[in-house]
């Protein structure tokens, strides 16, 4: 798995990249950072593109007691050798584990605590540590993100800022970086963050060579655009918030007041808005937002429907109003959402 067998201590010559992968992550999360440290040598040397003098990339790829893992998918990974916290390195590439319950697997694995441990060593050396997507909690609980930014997948969000309250969670950004500490969302963000370790161990222009070459959006900043409340219709574990949910979103387009939805569920406005506000961190108003843009979403991916429309189908009078407030949410306006995630 390593570029080179021969290597397998730090060389100064050159910009070195340890990935630290465990069972239950995905085989994408190692091999697409080393698909992209390839083609950043294969553009470094005289093949790519004559008289440019880059170092280039080594990578070792380990795990906590130095065997195979097992990926997510089941596949059988080789590895190169232990996960150390005093091993001389660029970088740290941390996989994320792709589970439905971070928390719980983070309760259940034991063997967390040595991969913790060698994180913090490796922070003090001052090597610079990069993960995506649930990697975030464990450089969380490693306490290497106290009082920093940093991100994770946007269906994570809620989870993270309520485990960790004292990280400074920008959960619309693609990527965040801070004293060192690179933090992506999910799956191809990880395209991003392995181009901006190219950047910053060899050069901008190197890695604006490497995505050319790899067809990759290098000036991809928000994952905004990609979140959806409705995976939160059965995710929170509230009954009475999924029963609210469901029938908030047969009454998008008449809307609905405070105390129809109470009466509805048959409990107060006071425990409404609570419990509301403890599933999904808004009040039922607000939700009833979200889900309302959320519906104009899908209509821009899947219709021809212009701004009107969508604001008919919804309950929306006012269309500037109505793109004011799709941009606040996803951070683009809905023409450029059409755009990116219309059908053609």
Known sequence: MAQTS??????????????????????????????????????????????????PFEWQVESLDGKPVRTASGQLLPVDGRISGTAGADAIWLTGPFVPDVARFLATRRDLEPLLSALRRQHERGTLLATYCTGSFLLAEAGLLHGKAATTH????????????????????????????????????????????????????????????????????????????????CDHGDDLVARGQRWMTKRLKEGFSITQLSQQLAVSERTLNRRFKQALGEPPLKHLQSLRIEMAKRLFETTRATVEVACDRIGYSDPASFRDLFKRHTGVTPSEYRRRFGRR
């Not at 959960?171 to 191809?188: D, M, N």
């Open 6 to 55: 021969a290597h397998a201590a730090h060389s100064a010559a050159m910009p070195l990249v340890r990935i630290w992968t465990f069972d239950a992550a995905l085989a994408s999360g190692v091999a697409t950072p080393i698909d992209i440290f390839l083609a950043a040598n294969y553009l470094a040397t005289p093949g790519g593109e004559p008289g440019r003098r880059t170092r």
């Open 154 to 233: 946007w269906s994570h969000a809620r989870a993270f800022q309520s485990r960790y309250p004292d990280v400074q969670l920008k959960h619309a950004e693609l990527i965040t970086e801070q004293a060192g500490i690179l933090c992506s969302a999910a799956v191809t963000s990880y395209q991003n963050l392995a181009l901006r370790l190219v950047e910053k161990l060899a050069n901008a222009k190197l890695a604006l060579d490497t995505a050319k070459l790899m067809l990759i959006d290098l000036h991809r900043d928000l994952q905004s655009p990609y979140a959806s409340p409705f995976h939160e219709l």
